[in-house]
């Protein structure tokens, strides 16, 4: 059966780096990525299930790695060869449609006890993705032993990664779960109290993520939200979704700086210059979630945020050249947000600041509790309907059209764009205004 | 020979194409048979001696005024107050006719052993001039006598030790002025009114104020009711700004005006075509605008804008007034009617004008598009008296390139203006609710207005409002050959051709419609019957 594997060769690797020089996904022909027949992986265990990928997402990191330009940092994070795909919906053989939750902690690693993380239900933490009866892999998608959703194969996974899809979900809502769950932990993890003052920084999937996340878990009293989300997005359709998704004010990502400026009331160190930005601010945003993950985007949230603000990277970076200077004087705070687990939800303190109401609610906003973030992701994707962010769908052996439409995302358009592992039959009705490129291997 | 008076000259097939200002280049249109061109009259001659003139008038106020060295004596504050580089357009050749004032001014001063005398550009809200701009207005002597004592300032809204609330008008409009005048013993103010809607009351009432008393008369409101500011008796701006006068005159400040009329000589000879009538072209002419047009087209637009910002115009003293505000002013008034007034019969459907490069508040600098809407619809939509030259409804087509560009040090709050607010509303009155205060009190367009060469922050806004009697009467805005992106941001419509925007506004106006272009330059004020 048809399925992408990535295999480890240099020649293929360094080929692939040098062709993504001319843009993103431009490499997917001639790097380490190759479409082969392979057989279903083996089950680890009985109690894991075999999972038949309906639809499987093209991430960012994806991307990267398909780029060559991951950080080596992972070489011992993950296993080869491995089929890509993380963001999954597909179905269960008693064609109970799932999405899975890919991070491989340790209770799909049988490790007992677990790791620290893991016994606060943290498994994005866990520190033990390289050991147990897996071979090292964050996530299925980077583990030689699960498979991943690139694949008419399909892959196995334990039943703690599996979360049922409602009936009301199309498989273009449900295989948004996965990036939403993503910035779901960013917008819990952020310490937001009602008050302040957002950027967003990129308005690809993960940013729209963020401000869908921002506006749907505010509004139903999950987190406090924020005063004004400003957000950065290079092109018109993006700024036109973000604002639909919630946010205050979508704009270029060079008056980003210039937004958050005015809302923030700070003054710029610079003298006023012919370039867009203002350059580094006195103050700035309380919070700026940096959804690019590049030298130059953390380079301008850490202009833009004030002193003793946060910075989120919800974007992954890899090896980035950063004047660190302003963070230290400035003592920003600058966090990573990577995958998911389980939030504490609810006002802080389960109170609202103050007492004040908080997004015009009063301040009964009850006790915190925990949650899981898929649990939060399948609430904001409801809200927002956020299948209608799948742009395009490609059969599997279309796989370089696929890559190369996902690397250039949103200069053609689009948002998401993902494998189509349906028979043709069995498709859900689509979302209006995707493009369905067909999905018959 | 005797300057001719303006014309109305009515389009027929003989006549040649008619020349319109495009930004940093001219072009040459050909207008649909019958329509209307406005033409100027002719640069009035120059007073033979304008030294003498201005000692004359010094000598001989008008109005309830004693003459100048009758008002000055050992002891007393003078401060000399003067328009800043907002005016004359373009800047004159050396000598400044503010240089010519001045020095009479401070020689008068001297032979009266006056030693307290700071002068004050009087920027309202404007940039602070540079060094060399001020050196123009002034002459070296002055600016070397008085800047390294720092007896020369630039007037500061924002620095309030330095402004005097001096109480409300009878309808509540709060009066806050430059310290300096308002505790002066004589504040002599030097005009150059370029337009009729200069001078007046309106030179200490809005030169010298706050945020706080401009705001009164800088909004929607009184422009939608100032129909049109030039015309002093039919605007609310100067209603506003002439109760604030005269508050200011019962606080005790004595003003002595001194009010110049400058003739429209605008361009120097290489460009002497711009003011001819095109059927009176020589050779000579033809060959300079084929020569210059060519040249343009060539030339980068920041080189071009370069080229154009350094032209020094022969503008040449054709009257000198002084004595008491409103005396002066109502002879300043019909002097600037007699250089530029044209009387126009009936109004039209759609009013065509071409734009130059500059604007009141670009000099040295870009016209951004609120600078163009504000030329447009602001200035030349505004230079007429009694009716509009164009119809309510009406269409009026502005020939501009509108680029999507700002200058980041002089216009710094534009830029979000244009981002910020003109993306979420043109209305006026929308964004004077919404966003005024939040920009008025920006501390970094303070900071940048106080410190560096920035527009104050709530500038935009004032040139927004400026449009907004244009914006309530007309149906519809285009622009030949402008930055669609920009055109549209502001809520006009865009056009390639001048063909196309006669077609887009026969939507509007019909199929027949009539059409009057104002043919600048030199400037001129439409007398509407």
């Known amino acids: 059966m048809k399925t992408l ?43 894991w299930r075999r999972v038949t990928p309906r639809l499987s997402g093209i991430c960012g990191s994806d991307l990267a790695t398909l780029d060559g330009r991951s950080s080596r940092y992972f070489e011992h994070l993950v296993s080869f060869p491995f089929v890509p795909g993380h963001e999954v919906v597909g179905e269960l053989e008693t064609g109970a449609r799932i999405v899975l939750e890919p991070v491989l902690g340790c209770a799909t690693r049988a490790l007992d006890p677990p790791c620290a993380a893991c016994r606060r239900g943290m498994h994005g933490d866990c520190e033990r993705t390289a050991f147990g009866r897996l071979a090292p892999g964050i996530q299925t998608g980077y583990c030689a032993d699960t498979g991943g959703g690139w694949s008419h ?82 092109y018109s359709h993006q700024r036109r979704l973000a604002v639909e998704l919630g946010a205050t004010a979508a704009i270029g990502p060079d008056q980003l700086g210039r937004a958050v400026r005015r809302r923030s009331g700070s003054l710029a160190l610079a003298e006023p210059r012919a370039s867009a930005g203002p350059g580094p601010l006195t103050g700035g945003a309380d919070v700026v979630f940096d959804c690019v993950g590049s030298s130059s985007s953390i380079a301008q949230s850490l202009e833009m945020v004030r002193p003793r603000g946060r910075v989120v990277l919800v974007g992954m970076p890899g090896r980035v050249h950063v004047d660190l200077a302003p963070l230290w004087q400035r003592e920003v705070r600058l966090a990573g947000a990577y995958a998911y687990g389980t939030e504490v939800v609810g006002p802080p303190d389960g109170r609202p600041p103050d007492g004040r109401p908080v997004d015009g609610r009063p301040p009964d906003g009850g006790p915190a509790e925990s949650v899981g973030t898929f649990a939060l992701a399948f609430a904001v994707v409801a809200a927002h309907r956020l299948g209608r962010l799948v742009s395009a769908t490609y059969p599997i052996d279309r796989f370089e059209e696929a890559i190369a439409h996902a690397g250039a995302a949103g200069r053609r358009g689009a948002v998401k764009i993902a494998f189509d592992l349906r ?19 | 020979m005797t300057p001719r008076p303006g014309l109305v000259l009515e389009v027929d097939r003989s006549t040649p194409p008619t020349l319109f200002w495009h930004g940093e280049r001219f072009v040459l249109e050909r207008l649909p048979e019958g329509s209307r061109i406005v033409y100027a009259p002719e640069p009035l001659d120059p007073l033979e001696d304008p030294v003498g003139a201005i000692r004359h008038a010094l000598l001989h106020p008008i109005g309830d005024r004693d003459p100048l060295p009758a008002l000055l004596r050992p002891g007393m504050r003078l401060t000399i107050c003067f328009d800043d580089v907002s005016l004359p357009l373009p800047p004159m050749r050396a000598p400044d006719v503010r240089q010519l004032v001045i020095e009479q001014v401070l020689e008068m001063a001297a032979a009266a052993g006056v030693d307290d005398v700071v002068l004050v ?74 337009v009729a809607m200069d001078g007046g009351h309106k030179s200490v009432a809005t030169g010298l104020a706050s945020y706080r008393s401009l705001r009164h008369h800088h909004n929607p409101r009184t422009m939608v009711h100032s129909r049109s500011f030039m015309d002093a008796p039919s605007s609310e701006l100067h209603s506003s700004n002439w109760r604030m006068g005269r508050l200011i005159a019962e606080s005790g400040i004595k003003v002595f005006q001194i009010e110049t009329t400058l003739n429209t000589d605008t361009f120097p000879r290489q460009f002497a075509f711009l003011q001819r009538r095109e059927w009176e072209w020589s050779v000579r002419d033809r060959a300079a605008f084929a020569a210059t047009s060519a040249a343009l087209e060539r030339t980068p637009a920041r080189l071009a804008r370069q080229v154009f ?126 966003y005024e205060e939040s920009f008025a009190t920006d501390p970094w367009y303070v900071h940048l207005y106080r410190t560096g060469h920035a527009y104050h922050g709530v500038h935009p806004f004032y040139m927004w409002y400026w449009c907004a009697h244009a914006l309530d009467h007309l149906g519809r805005v285009i622009v030949v050959g402008g930055d669609p992106a920009a055109v549209r941001r502001m809520g006009f419509s865009p056009a390639s051709r001048l063909d196309d925007a006669l077609e887009m506004a026969s939507d509007v106006v019909g199929r027949s419609p009539t059409l009057t272009h104002i043919h600048t330059p030199p400037l001129l004020m439409a007398d509407v019957r």
């Open chain 1, 153 to 234: 194969a399909g892959l196995v996974a334990h039943p703690s990664q599996l979360h049922p899809v409602p009936d009301s979900f199309s498989d273009e809502d449900a295989v948004m779960v996965e990036p939403v769950a993503c910035a779901c932990h960013a917008v819990c993890d952020a310490q937001l109290r009602g008050t302040e003052t957002v950027a967003v920084l990129g308005a690809g999937t993960l940013g729209l993520a963020v401000v869908a996340a921002l506006s749907a878990l505010s509004a139903s009293g999950r987190v406090p939200g924020a005063a004004a989300v400003l957000v950065g997005a290079k």
């Open chain 2, 309 to 434: 910002h350094s032209i020094r115009a022969p503008h040449a003293l054709v009257s000198v007034q002084a004595g008491e505000v409103e005396a002066v002013h109502a002879v300043t008034t019909a002097n600037v009617w007699r250089q530029q007034g044209v009387e126009v019969d009936g109004q039209t459907d759609i009013l065509t004008m071409g734009l130059p490069y500059i604007c009141p508040y670009n000099v040295n600098s870009i016209m951004n598009p609120v600078l163009v809407a504000c030329l447009g619809l602001g200035y030349f939509f505004n230079l007429y008296r009694g009716r509009p030259l164009v119809r309510e409804g009406g269409v009026v087509i502005l020939h501009h390139p509108t680029p999507w560009e700002f200058h980041p040090g002089h216009h710094p709050s534009y830029i979000d203006f244009f981002e910020e607010v003109l993306s979420d509303t043109t209305d006026p009155v929308e964004m004077a609710k919404t």
């Open chain 1, 423 to 441: 028979g043709t039959r069995d498709r859900r009705a689509a979302p209006s205004g995707r493009q369905s490129t067909g999905g018959t291997p």
């Open chain 1, 5 to 47: 594997v990535f295999e480890r060769n240099l020649a293929r690797f360094a080929a692939s780096r040098l062709a993504s020089n001319f843009g993103s996904g431009r490499a997917a022909g001639i790097g380490p990525l190759r479409l082969v027949e392979a057989e279903p992986p083996e089950l680890p265990s009985t109690e």
């Open chain 2, 121 to 194: 550009a009087a920027l309202a809200l404007h940039r602070r001039m540079t060094e060399a701009e001020l050196r123009h207005a002034l002459g070296d002597r002055v600016y070397d006598a008085f800047a390294p004592l720092g007896l020369l300032t630039q007037h500061d809204a924002e620095d309030p030790d330095n402004l005097v609330h001096l109480g409300t008008t009878e309808r509540g409009e709060d009066v806050e002025i430059n310290r300096r005048a308002a505790t002066s013993d004589l504040v002599v103010y030097v005009n150059i009114n370029l």
